[in-house]
Structures are given as C-alpha cells and as structure tokens.
C-alpha cells in the first residue's frame, strides 16, 4: 500500500461512507478511530521502509500517480502526519460530547484528507487548488441544512477564493525567478502577489473580520476545527514555500513584513478580546492573536524557526479542542454566549466553565499550562527587539484580561450550591483536553522526540 492510500484515500472514503451510511450515534467513535490509528501507523510504521514482522515483510510506498499528478509523503512526513491525525482524532471524539452534528465527523474526515494531499502533491502549486477545494467542503459544515450563509461564511469563501489566483500567479512567476533570479522587477511582483495571496489565507489584519463574524452566526465546535486544520496547513504550505525559495528567507524586506503583520495580529487579537462581551468573540480573536505569533516566528529568521512554530501549533490544537467543546456546552443554556446570558454558570457547568478557563490561560501564555513553553521560547528569541517585545507582552495581557473578566461573570451569581450537569461523556472529554493541557506545560519534553525531526521537513529552513 502507498502513503497517500492510507493517509489521503482512506480518510477520505471513510468520510463519504459516514456522510451517507453511519448514525449519530456511531460516527464520532468511527472518524474518531479511524484517524487514530492511521496517527499511529503514522508514528510506528516509517514511509518507504521495509518491516519485517515474523515471515510478513510490510512496506508503506511513499508515492502514487493520480492522473497525472504525483501525490509523495516521505519517511519524514511521518511524524507530521501522526500530530494531525492525532488532533484530529481527538476533534472527532469530542462530536458526541459537543451536541455537533454527525456530518461533522464526515466532512472533518474529508477536508483533512483534502488538505493531507496539499502538501503531498506535486507540481506543489496545485496544493491551492486544494486548499480550495477544502474551504469549500467548510461551508456545509457551518450551515445547516436549508439555512442561509451568514455574511462571516461569505466572507471566509470570499477570502479564500480570492488567495488562490495570487498563490498561483506567484508561483508561475517564481518559476522564471529561479531561471533568472537577478531579474528585480520579476521577483518583487512574485513577492508581492504572493504576500497577498498567504494575507487572504492567513487572514491578516485587517482581512481577520470574518473570523469573529463566524463564532456568532455558526456552531462554536465546528468553528474551532476551521481555526484549527485550516491555519495549520496553511503554516505548512507556508513553510514550503519558505524552504524551496531561498530569496524569499533571505530577503529582509519580506521577513520584516511578515513580522510586522504578525505582530499586529497578536497585539490588536489580544486587545480586541479583552474589550469583547461574547465567550465566541474571545476565542476568536485568541486565535487570531495566535496565528499572529506563527507570523511572527516566521520574521525571526532564526534556525529554530521550524521547532517554534509547531511547539507552537501543537498545543494550538489541544487549547481549541477543549476551548470550543466548553462553548458548545454552555451554548446549550446560554445560546447568545453574551456576558449577560452565561453569568453564573460557573455552579450549572463547573466543568466546562473551569475547562474553557484554562484553555483561554494557556493561550495567554500562562505558566505551567500547554502554551507557557512556546511563549518563553519566542520572548527569549525576541529580548534583543524590546518594541516587539513590549506589543507582543500587550497582547498576551489582554488575553489575560479577557480570561479574567470571563472567570468574573461565570461565578458572579447568586444562586446556592454546585450542580454538575454535563454527561458523563462531556466530563470525560474536558477531564482529557484540561489534562493535556497541564501535561505539555508541565513536561513539554514529551514533544521533544517530534521536534527533533520535523525540521527535517524543511532541511534548508533548518541551516
């Protein structure tokens, strides 16, 4: 069997048979499972070795031509592909729990498989096409059946479609820049279409609008996979591009761009949550704040580039997971998610309410929780920048306000005693994500074998 099979074809069927045969009930434990196993073949089983298990000799091909196209995932996609499939199982699990919808499960399946094949393919500019095509199995998860889109889902489709001619122009042009790379005109234009095309991907400010717009018209879990599998792919789209150009890394126009749009994004993120009275609102504009920081390691141009960033996504994940099934929850009793309508549901949902809680303060950086190391490794890279410094620390105290006054409203009532609840299952799922939380904070050299060999990935992003 070959890589893209097991890790883009399978999914993807197993999505398609979930969308049309599979139960409520069942399709969380299935999506769940399957992307669980394929996560640890991904972690045990290396690509293009031969494995000798008694007289059985197993040996996972790295590549498959598909008309035309030839869809690679080498022996150091492995470990990549075991983290997003280990999310992503974890997402899937958390349906029951979060009240989602079945084909939550099946178009999740899909879409990771869609983006799995992005950074698979080659020619690599086709991976746009993916991304696409991606974003558009996005909108059904977020509108209901006969609903009609609201205007953050127009403007999420809108953004996306519109990056996908820049990438590609870009790439056109890149070619002749490789062929004659002395030629200024042609590569600051490439430069140029590019920069605007990842700006739409990534949502840079001020481009980030519809992501706030979204938390309030469409369900909060499946909003929080979007911010989740769509800006990690992106990030590892982004790093290709960073590692097969050298003119894009070595030129310090682009990486103090890119470093400057990050920084607004983490500082406005973190600010803007702080003034915000809507729990969906908040985790938006953290995720933004986010994103900003991944931004922001791009413009360090340090060696350590690649190790950051998914020190930095890895957590990232987690910290959504748990943080929108805790909405979803509250959702149910408080449907507005406003300040006025979650007070005091601290003593209903102690456990999604303590859960969303240390999911916001790990995404402020706060110590001994899954963010704290990434943090400390980005401000030890930035003590020689003081000014960046200085907006970098605004934002994560913003985030820190925001958590703060969300902690406020949840216990301020006047209601006696405690009552749990959520189900058995809801608690289970919190209990696991809150756990994680604490584990990577507390150990964070658990991630160390990982990100030992991811920067393998992009060799030259490493030198």
């Known amino acids: 069997m070959s890589a893209p099979i097991l890790w883009i074809a399978i999914p993807f069927i197993t999505g398609v048979l979930i969308f049309l045969i599979s ?3 069942y399709s969380a434990w299935v999506g769940g499972s399957v992307s669980a196993i394929l996560s640890l073949i991904a972690f045990f089983i290396p690509i293009d070795t031969a494995l000798l298990l008694g007289t059985v000799s ?42 989602t919808q079945s084909r939550f499960v ?11 094949a992005s950074i698979a393919v080659e020619p690599f500019l086709y991976a746009a096409l993916l991304l696409e095509v991606a974003a558009m199995l996005v909108i059904p998860l977020l509108v209901p059946p006969y609903q009609k889109a609201g205007q953050g889902v127009v403007r999420f489709l809108t953004y996306q479609t519109l990056a996908m ?22 590569t600051l234009q490439a430069g140029v279409m590019l920069g605007l095309g990842f700006a739409f991907l990534f949502a840079v400010f001020p481009l980030y609008n519809w992501i706030p717009m979204l938390m309030e018209e ?27 150009y050298s003119w894009l890394r070595n030129s310090p126009q682009l990486m103090s761009a890119i470093q400057f749009a990050g920084l607004i994004m983490v500082a406005s993120g973190g600010i803007f949550a702080a003034l915000q009275r809507h729990l969906g609102r908040m985790l938006a504009y953290a995720a933004i704040s986010q994103a900003g920081l991944i931004l922001l390691i791009f413009g360090l141009q340090s060696t350590q580039m690649v190790n950051l960033v998914f020190l930095t996504l890895i957590p990232r994940g987690l910290e ?20 006025s309508d979650v007070q005091g549901l601290s003593r ?41 410094l200085f907006w970098v620390f605004a934002g994560m105290f913003g985030l820190l306000i925001a958590a703060i006054r969300t ?35 507390l150990f964070p050299q658990i991630l160390q074998p990982l990100l030992t060999n991811l920067p393998s990935l992009f060799e030259k992003l490493s030198q």
Not at 177 to 184: I, W
Not at 363 to 373: E, N, S
Not at 415 to 436: A, F
Request: hydrophobic share 55%; proline share 5%.
């Open 320 to 339: 959504l997971a748990t943080w929108a099934l805790a909405l979803s929850i509250l959702k149910r009793e408080a449907y507005s998610l406003q300040f």
């Open 407 to 441: 902690l406020a409203v949840f216990v301020m009532t006047e209601e006696p005693g405690w009552k749990l609840n959520e189900s058995w299952v809801q608690v289970t799922m919190l209990t696991l994500g809150v756990s994680g939380l604490f584990i990577l904070g």
């Open 348 to 388: 209903k949902y102690p456990a999604a309410t303590a859960a969303l809680i240390f999911a916001h303060l790990s995404m402020t950086g706060f110590p001994l929780l899954a963010g704290f190391p990434s943090r400390l490794s980005i401000w030890q890279s930035l003590t020689t920048d003081l000014g960046i």
């Open 106 to 116: 099946s178009l999740g399946l899909m879409i990771v498989a869609l983006l799995t």
């Open 218 to 244: 469409t369900p909060p879990y499946a909003t929080g996979f979007l911010l989740w599998v769509l800006p990690t792919f992106i990030t590892i789209f982004a790093l290709g591009f960073l590692d097969r």
């Open 165 to 186: 001619p820049f990438i590609l122009f870009s790439g056109w042009m890149l070619t002749g820049v490789e062929a004659s790379p002395s030629d200024l005109g042609t």
């Open 23 to 25: 139960s409520e009930r």
């Open 58 to 99: 197993i040996k996972i091909a790295p590549a498959i031509q598909f008309f035309g196209r030839s869809f690679e995932l080498n022996t150091a996609d492995g470990l990549l592909l075991a983290i997003i499939y280990g999310l992503a199982s974890l997402w899937f699990f958390g349906t029951e729990a979060s009240g």
